[in-house]
Structure formats: structure tokens, C-alpha cells
């Protein structure tokens, strides 16, 4: 009995769609239990009627667990859809090792309350998790989970704005909803890997933050950040001055006990502007004195090798679930598909879907995080003669 499916469609008429995706997931799935979890992606023209869809799809294939979210582009098997209508469908069957997960935001007189992480104390296994990053503090949602549940493996993306007017979208059974996020949580008795493959890459040395405003990197090793941007760039060789002048992103050391520091050991942020008066940077997120960082280029060479080197070192798998940032796809590459098909082809995945998020979640040196330009995988069970099986 096969355990996993997914399927896709690019027919602009959404009932054509969720016809053909639905019959595929059926015919693939034969006979047997419906799937216990199904996850759905859709963008472009579908994102108006994802409501009837998700209806539509609970009446086909009668999951136990459905949850996903509109994008700006998704990924089925080895293709990717950016910018324009396409429906893509995952499903699984996992018995009782997989449970809903959703948390809400609510305003308090200080910030904002997370509900729902209490009911993961000493979790373990992984967390699949599609976000609104409309209000909801996901570093910090990140770092509460860690204490609460320091076993639990946090993978999945946010979704980007769409529609009209645009906000993210996510699904939650057959109803809409935006703010918050909503999950799944797989136990360890389930086989699945997850990984992130970064498409940024180190440049120069790393530096001690010295000077820090809230959002404001204002000292860098005891000097101004533009300053320390010209001197970098008086060191670059002519190819990484280039992606440098496309956009300078700042590298986060995660652990800061290493006394070597390489790609995979940073979580990346943009560098959002400067103030030419101060040579002080916005970063978008607040640096503590003393953190160490580096500057970064998107580099879509290393970027394919990270990714190619993370999916042979976890091996084979049955079933992917792929969430790759808005920044990557065509506009990185230069070509569509590259990161469905990377992992389509390495892994061996033949149950694969995923959306385009505009952050991506998941480990780095043993830490669940939020990234930028990466891609986000889980994998799931293993591949070979009959791919999608038991696995």
C-alpha cells in the first residue's frame, strides 16, 4: 500500500484542477484508508476560489488533517510555477504519528501571545509549519518552542502576500484564515529528515557587533558599518564585488563557540538600507553586543552545490515537502525548477510539492530557524524499487 502521493496542475479553471490533481493522488495512492494528512499549495487565479478548492478536496479525498497555504508560485514533482496559476497537492498516510498543530497571536499591554506552544512541552519528533509573518514573531515562536520542546525539529516557510488585496493565506481544514500558523506534528516513529541548503554565501572575515540600536547596526568591530562595507569591497575579487553590488545580506552566527565559521552557520538577513550620515545599518532585526557576523552574496553556484551536497548526504527518500524562498527559483537560477528538480533527482523523491515563501523555517547547527533565500526540505521515508511505498 503506498504511503505517499502528490500531484499538480497548471489548468487555469481551479475545478479542472483539483479534478485532475485529486484523480492523480487517488490513482497513485490504489486502494486502501484515505490519506490521513493533505497539504495544499495554490497560486495565481486559484487563490480566489481556495475555499470551494479545499472543500472540493475534502470531499475527494476525505484526509483526517488538511492544512496549507496560497503563494505566489508552487512546486510539484520536478516543475515549479512562479507568477501564475497552479494547484499542487501532497498526501500521506501516517496513521496516529501525525497531529494538527495551529497557533494564534493575540495583542497584550506588552507585545503579543502566542497560543498553542503549550501544548507541545517535551515534544519530539519534527514540526511542519506554514506561517502568516503578517504579526506573528516567528524567531521568537522559534526560540519558545526550543525551550519548551528542545527535541522538536521545526521545518516549512511563510507565505508571501497574494490576492486582493494582498495578504498571506492559510488553510486550515476547509477554511480560510489569516494571522498565526498552522502544523502538523510527525512523530519520530515517522522517517524524515530535514534540511536547509542556503543560497547565500560568506565574503571577507566575521566581526563583532560593537554598536546596536534595536533594528540599527551602528558599530561594527569597533567601526562603522559602511565603513566596513568599503573596506570589504576594496578586498573582493571582480566577481564578488559584482553579486555584492546585486545586494549585501548579513550573516548571523548561530553558534558562537565555533572558532571557524563557513557556509551553514549563519542565519541570513537583509541588509534593508543604510544612513549615509552614521554609516549605520538596518538590518531588520535586533543585534545583541558582542554577536558575531558576516556579510553574504547571493551566489546561485554555491547555492546549487549546498543544496546538491545536503540531499546526497541525507540519501534517499520516497516523499519531499519543499518551501523555497520568493528570492531563488527563475530569478536565481536564471531558468525555472531548478530546486524541485534538485531534489526530485537527488533524493529520488517521487511524492513531491511545495510552495514559494517569503521566509523559509528550519535546523542549523542543531537550531530551528528562520532563513532567507533557502530552501527548506523534509524528507520523508525511503526511495529505490517502488518509491512512495512503505519507505
Not at 500521506?92 to 507585545?111: C, I, K, W
Not at 552557520?265 to 554577536?291: H, K, W
Not at 557576523?293 to 520516497?318: H, M
Request: proline share 6%.
Amino acid at each position: 500500500m503506498r504511503r505517499f502521493a502528490a500531484a499538480g496542475s497548471e489548468h487555469p479553471l481551479t475545478p479542472h484542477a483539483v479534478g485532475e490533481v485529486c484523480g492523480e493522488i487517488s490513482e497513485t495512492l490504489g486502494p486502501g484508508p484515505a490519506p490521513d494528512v493533505v497539504i495544499v499549495f495554490c497560486s495565481g487565479d486559484h487563490v480566489a476560489s481556495a475555499g470551494a478548492s479545499l472543500r472540493a478536496i475534502d470531499a475527494l479525498l476525505s484526509p483526517r488533517i488538511c492544512l496549507g497555504a496560497a503563494s505566489s508560485g508552487t512546486l510539484a514533482g520536478a516543475r515549479e510555477v512562479e507568477g501564475r496559476a497552479s494547484l499542487s497537492v501532497w498526501a500521506a498516510r501516517l496513521g496516529e504519528a501525525v497531529e494538527p498543530v495551529s497557533f494564534d497571536v493575540a495583542s497584550v499591554a506588552d507585545g503579543v501571545m502566542i497560543g498553542g506552544t503549550s501544548e507541545l512541552v517535551d515534544a519530539t519528533g519534527h514540526l511542519l509549519l506554514v506561517g502568516d509573518p503578517d504579526g506573528l514573531p516567528t524567531s521568537g515562536l522559534l526560540a519558545n518552542l526550543a525551550l519548551r520542546a528542545p527535541e522538536l525539529v521545526v521545518v516549512g516557510g511563510l507565505a508571501p502576500p497574494v490576492g486582493v488585496p494582498p495578504a498571506p493565506l492559510l488553510f486550515e481544514g476547509t477554511e480560510l484564515r489569516t494571522g498565526g500558523a498552522v502544523g502538523l506534528r510527525i512523530a519520530d516513529s515517522v522517517p524524515m529528515r530535514a534540511l536547509v541548503a542556503q543560497g547565500c554565501r560568506p565574503i571577507g572575515e566575521p566581526m563583532v557587533v560593537t554598536g546596536a540600536e534595536g533594528t540599527m547596526l551602528t558599530e561594527l568591530a569597533g567601526r562603522s558599518p559602511l565603513t566596513r562595507i568599503r573596506e570589504l569591497a576594496e578586498q573582493l575579487d571582480p566577481d564578488d564585488r559584482e553579486l555584492a553590488a546585486r545586494g549585501l545580506h548579513l550573516g548571523l552566527v548561530v553558534d558562537e563557540h565555533r572558532v571557524d565559521f563557513g557556509r551553514g552557520d549563519f542565519v541570513v538577513r537583509n541588509v534593508i538600507g543604510a544612513e549615509t550620515d552614521t554609516g549605520s545599518l538596518a538590518v531588520g532585526e535586533q543585534l545583541a553586543l558582542g554577536s558575531i557576523v558576516q556579510f553574504q552574496v547571493r551566489d546561485p553556484a554555491s547555492a546549487e552545490a549546498e543544496l546538491a551536497r545536503l540531499l546526497k548526504d541525507a540519501g534517499p527518500a520516497a516523499a519531499a515537502l519543499v518551501f523555497t524562498c520568493v528570492g531563488r527559483g527563475a530569478a536565481l537560477f536564471g531558468e525555472p525548477h531548478h530546486d524541485a528538480t534538485a531534489v526530485a533527482d537527488i533524493s529520488g523523491a517521487g511524492a513531491l510539492a511545495g510552495m514559494f515563501c517569503t521566509a523559509e523555517l528550519g535546523p542549523i547547527a542543531g537550531m530551528s530557524k528562520v532563513h532567507t533565500y533557502s530552501a527548506a526540505v523534509a524528507l520523508f521515508g525511503g526511495a529505490g524499487p517502488g518509491a512512495g511505498r512503505d519507505g
